[in-house]
């Protein structure tokens, strides 16, 4: 199986797999006993802690969580006051804002232009009639566009807003804005383990617990696992350690699946991305027959968390594609484990497909 789907989770990094199985084999004591086992366990939870940390701002604190979902669900659910968010948010975004408008709190969505970006100028106005949060994501998860959030955040807390980055996909690759407040990762995108995340809250910043029950990790409930944490803290360091060979290689990639995908067409900006998404469409493509006549090679017609809803993207939607267009995109993902070899084998593959579809069309 030739793996492109680096948007839906990464490989797990072998050092991070390595860290954690004394955690699961061998010290298995809950991290919150006052044990000598306990306190062991907290101490590894501790320095992940830290490992993490250092891929955020400075000013704040690492709070470890389910996943990404149970963060952007605690920072928008824990704060007050209206929501502005983006039209090409990530699910756990909208859907939570959309829930916490039928609560009775106003909501405001911003659309972005064909390029996946959001206008500034309408940015600018919205905020400055004030607001309690700005939900912004630094880069889509289905196609790669990287925000203008610099400028977000400055126009947010000159009018006192509050800022929530999804840094999902960006973490460890994009570098995040000082003055955020609030900023919801995931292990599971970094080569780390699935089952863990984080949400980082500035110092200062106050939110209402999503969970009670025990308050373990100081505003949020529940018994850590040593060995998530763990595996987190040294994914974390190697997107650190790693970060201009991974750079370096994902642009390699790029250069050669866009070359290679030469006659489709980019969905979103080919400028202002993460290149290690590939969003394309090339008209009349049947993606579903696609998707099974290249079974060995894992890629997306979109977001996996949508996949099995045969809905259309609304990321695609929100760009201005036509449904036929929108069905017809297929997301390709590559990264530190993806060798130059398989990619090109898996672009052969998915265009002679795509070729077999034109011919007997």
């Known amino acids: 199986m030739i793996y492109l789907d680096y948007q839906a989770t990464t490989p797990l990094a072998p050092e991070a797999f390595e860290a954690m199985v004394p955690w699961l084999r061998d010290h298995f004591a809950n991290p919150h006993s006052p044990s000598r086992m306990g306190r062991a366990a907290r101490a590894a939870v501790e320095v992940a802690r830290e490992q993490v940390a250092q891929l955020l701002p400075p000013g704040g604190r690492v709070i470890f969580t389910s996943g990404a979902t149970e963060a952007l669900n605690w920072a928008l659910k824990g704060t007050s006051g209206s929501l502005i968010t983006i039209a090409s ?89 000082e003055e955020c407040d ?122 996996a968390c949508a996949s099995g809803s045969g809905r259309t993207s609304h990321v695609l939607k929100a760009i201005g594609l036509l449904d036929a267009d929108a069905r017809s995109s297929i997301r390709l993902g590559f990264g530190r484990y993806t060798t130059e070899a398989d990619l090109r084998a898996g672009l052969d593959a998915i265009v002679a497909a795509a070729d077999a579809q034109l011919i007997m069309a």
Request: net charge neutral; proline share 4%.
């Open 182 to 303: 609030l900023v919801a990762i995931s292990a599971h995108k970094i080569h780390g383990p699935k089952g863990i995340g984080a949400l980082w809250v500035r110092d200062g910043v106050s939110i209402e617990p999503l969970l009670h029950g025990g308050d373990q990790e100081g505003g949020r409930s529940g018994t850590l696992s040593p060995a998530l944490c763990v595996g987190f803290g040294v994914a974390a360091r190697l997107m650190g350690e790693r970060y201009e060979a991974d750079a370096t290689h994902v642009e390699r990639l790029w250069a050669l699946a866009t070359e290679r995908l030469s006659g489709w067409t980019i969905n979103g900006s080919a400028e202002h991305r993460y290149c290690g998404n590939l969003n394309v469409r090339r008209r009349g493509l049947d993606v579903a027959r696609l998707m099974s006549d290249c079974r060995d090679v894992a890629f997306s017609a979109g977001s």
């Open 89 to 177: 948010e990530h699910a756990a975004v909208l859907d939570t804002a959309r829930a916490e408008q039928a609560r009775g709190r106003e909501l405001t969505v911003l659309p972005v232009r064909p390029d996946g970006r959001i206008d500034l100028w309408v940015a600018h106005r919205v905020l400055g009639q004030g607001a309690g949060v700005l939900a912004a994501m630094l880069v889509n998860n289905e196609i790669g566009v990287i925000q203008p959030l610099p400028e977000l955040v400055r126009a947010a807390k000159r009018h006192g807003t509050l800022v929530l980055c999804d840094a999902v996909q960006g973490y460890g690759r994009i570098a995040i804005p």
